[in-house]
């Protein structure tokens, strides 16, 4: 059975840090882009950081500097470390697969046709 499983969310205060976790059974993700996003309140799904097969990586403007997407393929899990929190970053965030033909770092909801369950992230004092 295929799944995307995240983890590592959690409540944590401003300025700290998280690392979560997108951990695959039932392929590998050596062959796969794997994007995350995030539904935060008010918004729309949002792409964080994606990266290829060959560690090309794509991160958005609001998160630059503040968050590194990795991937251990032997452990088959891509990480997201998330350093300097914010209130803003709160919210839901899920990995997400892309088809191996699209195998390129990309932020769009649409480039991507497989989805975790997500893990929660609240950013409060």
């Known amino acids: 059975q295929l799944q995307l499983v995240e983890s590592g969310g959690g409540l944590v205060q401003p300025g700290g840090s998280l690392k979560l976790s997108c951990a695959a059974s039932?392929?590998?993700?050596?062959?796969?882009?794997i994007g995350w996003f995030r539904r935060t309140p008010g918004k729309e799904r949002e792409g964080v950081s994606s990266?290829?097969?060959?560690?090309?990586?794509k991160v958005a403007d609001s998160v630059k500097g503040r968050f590194t997407i990795s991937r251990d393929n032997a452990k088959n899990t891509v990480y997201l470390q998330m350093n300097s929190l914010k209130p803003e970053d709160t919210g839901l965030y899920y990995c997400?697969?892309?088809?191996?033909?699209?195998?390129?770092?990309?932020?769009?909801?649409?480039?991507?046709?497989?989805w975790g369950q997500g893990t929660q992230v609240t950013v409060s004092s």
């Open positions: 039932g392929f590998s993700l050596s062959y796969y882009t």
């Open positions: 990266i290829s097969t060959t560690e090309s990586t």
């Open positions: 997400a697969r892309a088809p191996r033909w699209r195998d390129y770092a990309n932020l769009d909801y649409d480039h991507y046709d497989y």
